[in-house]
Nanobody
Framework: QLQASGGGLVQAGGSLRLSCVAS????????VGWFRRAAGKEREFVAF????????SYADSVMNRFTISRDNAKNTVYLQMDSLKPEDTAVYYCAANSSPRRDPNVYAYWGQGTQVTVSS
């Protein structure tokens, strides 16, 4: 099970930190991805992090603004979001998979999503 939290309403230029807490499986053996879905749009890749944290990847749209990290001792992955823009408004989901991938269809476990709204 994955539990995402930390969303909210923030002004453009502000910051939020999302958390994804895992339970019921060996978290350290899974890569984790963050995805988002804006209203009326397809789900899109945001970032992923490998099992150890050594490998990370970001969508071009969030590069240099978002940072993904993990604490395996706490079964938690974080998404630090800085310099937020109105176009970042979406429901954000975390997901776990045996290997880090950009394709959301390969992920086996999903959290329930947390709403991020950025006002202009």
């Amino acid at each position: 099970q994955l539990q995402a939290s930390g969303g909210g309403l923030v002004q453009a230029g502000g910051s939020l930190r999302l958390s994804c807490v895992a339970s019921g499986f060996t978290f350290s053996t899974y890569a984790v991805g963050w995805f988002r879905r804006a209203a009326g749009k397809e789900r899109e890749f945001v970032a992923f992090i490998s099992r150890s944290g050594a490998a990370r990847s970001y969508a071009d749209s969030v590069m240099n603004r978002f940072t993904i990290s993990r604490d395996n001792a706490k079964n938690t992955v974080y998404l630090q979001m800085d310099s937020l823009k109105p176009e970042d408004t979406a429901v954000y989901y975390c997901a776990a998979n045996s290997s880090p991938r950009r394709d959301p269809n390969v992920y086996a476990y999903w959290g329930q999503g947390t709403q991020v709204t950025v006002s202009s």
